[in-house]
């Protein structure tokens, strides 16, 4: 098969995987996705286009949230309705994302190798999130690092990257997240859990020298506990925007300790796509707290997005479909390929489209 026969292809499955995942809203969805058919340095600029992403975290299993610090074992925000509730920080929930994004673009790749070589012109591919530790002298406390990014693959150009001081430029994520907020206080959302610990030596919990066990205590956020929150995702082309919402609805765990805690479904009640960012998972969360008495069901959660962005309906497209992350997560496999190297083949152009706008400015 030709190359122009393949691009013709992929356009169509494309097309039908955005039809099958917004319904009657396709055209009006595609139509205001971003397109991106050649390099140019204009492609850098900013398109002004914001899809308004509203989540709901549905935790399956109990969770251990944690902040970085130490001091607590579950991130807490205060409300004005007096009492504090557990919150999940965008920067754990968008970690999980990009892994998942970054397995549906390993696993695509090993099964398509030729392809990615005939399409992409790429013959291998190892990006990874690595972390490691640089310790320099005199510095202090050793600090947290992460490499590995390829610099040009959907992953990289999506959730961006950062470049050591001199080696090139960095690229900002386009997925951007605030709070995602418990719509339960915490003393009825958090549950102390008591632990044994094996020891390796002994296989027992009793440790050797001591007279008691080895016992720990975790905070943990029990399971049925819903969030609610909000990505925006900025100047997508359609199968960047479908890639990016199929990682986040196939995204199954969060949080510390994942071989044992940690699983979660997500909800993605409606998308608006607009000109700006609209809306917070704060403020629905606040009205599920005043409003619903004891503890919120799924549905409570989803009608009350439902009111919420129904006052945003004449400033953009509003996509509501309580199916919508189902429809995502059980994508056609052929569809999913096709959305996979059409972004592949977007970011590419978008990567030097930036190479080209940073050399002009400079």
Known sequence: MSSQRIEE??????EKAGREVFGDSFDDVRKWCVVRKDVSWENAIPKGKVANVFVIIEALSR???RHEQESTDVTEIPTPLGFNVPAIINTKMQAVVRRTMLAILHEWFNRNKKVASKVLGIEQYGCTLRPFIRREKGTG???ETFTGYCGSCPNCLIFGYAVQEGAGYNVKSRVEGDLYVATLPSDK???PTTF??????TKTTQMPGMETGALYTYNLIEAGTLFVGKISLRDMTLSELLITLVSLARTSRIGGRQTHFGEIRIHIPAILFSTYEVGSGYEIAQTVLSSVKGRPTIENVVNKVAEY???????????????LANKLRTMKRNYLDAVVLQAW???LLFKTSLDMYVGKQS
Do not use: C, M, S
Not at 309 to 323: A, H, M, S, T
């Open 63 to 65: 969770l251990l949230i």
């Open 345 to 347: 083949k977007e970011v």
């Open 196 to 201: 044994n610990a094996v020891d390796d030596v």
């Open 141 to 143: 406390t050793p600090e």
């Open 309 to 323: 962005v129904g006052k945003f309906e004449g400033q953009g497209i509003l996509v509501q479909d309580r199916e």
């Open 9 to 14: 292809e992929i356009v169509k499955l494309v």
């Open 189 to 191: 959302a958090i549950v």
